[in-house]
């Protein structure tokens, strides 16, 4: 059973940063194309980042520039690393990871931002 577990999360003033971890059970990440989702309450569960098991990335429009996703193969871990965080970035964060047709999810990690 892969299991994801992220970490990272905190409160954090506007303008700040955070770095989020999402490690995985088994070495998956470096197969299969790792997700970030967050959702805030009230609101649905939105793709904020992805890349691609050769290293392609993508981002959301909203936090293009000021996030980025990267992988450490022998750590099994995604990083993302947020910066110039913003109030409308506050959401818990998932990882997500589909292998043959299941979605593997995290716990997630609150991420606030508030002064």
């Known amino acids: 059973q892969v299991q994801l577990v992220e970490s990272g999360g905190g409160l954090v003033q506007p303008g700040g940063s955070l770095r989020l971890s999402c490690t995985a059970s088994e070495n998956i990440l470096s197969i299969y194309t790792t997700n970030w989702y967050r959702q805030a309450p009230g609101e649905e569960r939105e793709l904020v980042t992805r890349i691609t098991e050769i290293g392609i990335t993508w981002y959301a429009d909203s936090v293009k520039g000021r996030f980025t996703i990267s992988r450490d193969n022998a750590k099994n871990t995604v990083v993302l690393q947020m910066n110039t965080l913003k109030s409308e970035d506050t959401a818990v964060y998932f990882c997500?990871?589909?292998?043959?047709?299941?979605?593997?999810w995290g716990q997630g990690t609150q991420v606030t931002v508030s002064s």
């Open positions: 997500n990871v589909i292998i043959g047709g299941r979605a593997y």
